[in-house]
């Protein structure tokens, strides 16, 4: 059963930075350093938008308002994913999910497509 461990989520002002962790547990590192995974974001009411992708080639796919400000990455020792995020906006203010992929996946950008496998969320807050 692979399940996804969010955390490093908080309250920030804006301009300042977060760095999310997503810990996969239930999967080989072989297995995950291969696979696609993701994060998402919503805020009530709205649709799970994604924010940034990486896929089974290692392609990184980011909406357009997160480019140049976030980055996405896998650890190279464990299977853990992350997301780095600097000059944090307001509008980043939303619950941040991590998605992994099963299936070795190239291309899909940041459809939510193969991604089967979510985290219980982490809060992101951003204070003007």
């Known amino acids: 059963q692979v399940q996804l461990v969010e955390s490093g989520g908080g309250s920030v002002q804006a301009g300042g930075s977060l760095r999310l962790s997503c810990a996969v547990f239930g999967i080989t590192y072989s297995t995950y350093s291969t696979r696609r995974m993701g994060w998402f974001r919503q805020v009530p009411g709205e649709e799970r938008e994604g924010v940034a992708t990486?896929?089974?080639?290692?392609?990184?796919t980011y909406t357009d308002s997160v480019k140049g400000r976030f980055t996405i990455s896998k650890d190279n020792t464990k299977p853990t994913l992350y997301l780095q995020m600097n000059s944090l906006k307001p509008e980043d203010t939303a619950m941040y999910y991590c998605a992994a992929d099963p299936t070795f996946r190239v291309g899909y950008a940041l459809s939510r497509v193969g991604f089967d496998y979510w985290g219980q969320g982490t809060q992101v807050t951003v204070s003007s």
């Open positions: 990486i896929d089974s080639a290692g392609m990184t």
